[in-house]
């Protein structure tokens, strides 16, 4: 049987892993700056992630939401300790897509309302209105563009207004840090009116921190950098460290009620082990705190080299803005430097999303690297 060949692949066949380096068949030691997409959060392999995902397995991997499971609420406890979200309310599910599903079907039955208002190149994923909120039409069948969305420009608070004013916006779904649309952010006046003008015209604000969260970016949450309380807070890719995990936060002021959301897989004994071990490996090691130190790092380092025209992000979500399309560079540096790094749709940017436990050392070489591979680009 042949794979549906949907993805573009590089010739690379990782076999093993360990913290920062993935490894291929032939043993070639590769520096991991993708993070498989924002996903490995404490690192391959991790000792600690590794023991407690083979001690749950040798208890009970997994049995349906219909009975009780107190690693549920352990995790619950867990994120609302260092989250800060308290009050909250925790709904698990397996994907980021499955999150942001449930987020904005969460934000329909509260509001009564149906439409959508999403941002200028926005992802949210690939399901039903996942995909109708995220902006690009070729990933939309037209199945999901029966779905009512209107995307605005970040920063356009009188369209928003305007939107919100007629009455039928179920939910405002925003990341804090655009993620596959290329690092932009909106301004912080515009976080804030979003805040304002949701309770304003009772429509749900829904924070996507499916790539941003759990300290990627310094806070645990990159909204936190504002003080406001979304309705819905999505999560899902550094949640479990490669294991499929995702969920939503659920503001208080929202109601749940039997039935309403539901879920086969989302929840599992051995995802919620492996979330729970990765919170604890995120404060053990300081794994917030110290990405926002090698921000700076980074951003230092970058500032040296001419060819970037911009450097985006935070944290370590980061991305480096040339005036040429980088899939050439990113071939010279993952084929000739060994090293992974991520594109978006902005063709110009190079994303760099490494596990969180990356060192100081690793973004040396990295700079080292790529300087060379633009010196060897000119020639
Ligand atoms: C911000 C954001 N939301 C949602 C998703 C969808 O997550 P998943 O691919 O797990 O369905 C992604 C995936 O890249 C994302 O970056």
Redesign the pocket.
């Known amino acids: 049987m042949k794979l549906f060949d949907v993805y573009p692949l590089y010739d690379v066949t990782p076999v093993k892993a360990k913290d920062v380096f993935v490894y291929d068949e032939n043993g070639t030691e590769y520096l991991d700056l993708y993070g498989g997409?924002?996903v490995i959060s404490i690192g391959h392999g991790h000792p600690h992630y590794i023991k407690k995902l083979k001690d749950q397995l040798d208890n009970i991997g997994f049995y349906s939401n219909a009975i009780q499971n107190p690693l549920q609420q352990e995790l619950a406890d867990a994120i609302g300790h260092q989250s800060c979200c308290h009050d909250y309310q925790l709904f698990l599910c397996s994907?980021?897509?499955?999150?942001?599903e449930n987020a904005l079907k969460l934000a329909s039955f509260h509001t009564q309302k149906k439409r959508i208002i999403a941002f200028r190149n926005?992802?949210?994923?690939?399901?039903s209105a996942?995909v109708a909120a995220t902006d690009n039409p070729n990933i939309n069948a037209p199945l999901n563009k029966q779905q009512k969305v209107t995307f605005l420009e970040f920063n356009d608070s009188e369209g928003l207004e305007n939107e919100l004013q007629k009455g039928d916006v179920c939910a405002v779904i925003f990341?804090a840090i655009?993620?596959?649309g290329g690092l932009d952010q909106p301004s912080e006046a515009f976080v804030y009116d979003m805040d304002r003008l949701c309770k304003k015209y009772n429509s749900c604000l829904i924070a996507?921190?499916?790539?941003?969260g759990f300290g990627r970016t310094g806070t645990f949450f990159a909204y936190q950098k504002y003080a406001i309380q979304p309705h819905i807070v999505?999560m899902?890719?550094g949640m479990g460290n490669g294991f499929?995990i995702?969920g939503i936060l659920v503001h208080p002021s929202i109601e749940a009620k039997y039935g309403m959301l539901g879920t086969t897989f989302g929840g599992n004994h051995l995802a919620c082990a492996a979330s729970v071990a990765v919170l604890y490996v995120l404060e053990k090691e300081r794994l917030q705190e110290k990405s926002k130190e090698l921000e700076a790092y980074f951003m230092n380092q970058a500032k040296d080299i001419l060819e970037v025209k911009q450097i985006k992000g935070r944290g370590l979500m980061l991305g480096l803005e040339f005036n040429f399309e980088v899939g050439a560079l990113r071939k010279t540096l993952i084929y000739d430097k060994k090293i992974f790094t991520g594109g978006s749709s902005n063709k110009n940017l190079l994303r760099i999303l490494p596990p969180l436990t990356v060192q100081k050392k690793h973004i040396d070489y990295f700079f080292k690297s790529l300087k060379e591979a633009l010196t060897e680009y000119k020639n």
């Open positions: 997409h924002a994907s980021g897509a499955e999150a942001i926005a992802f949210h994923g690939r399901t996942a990341e655009q993620g596959v996507d921190e499916v790539q941003s999505t899902a890719k499929p995702g």
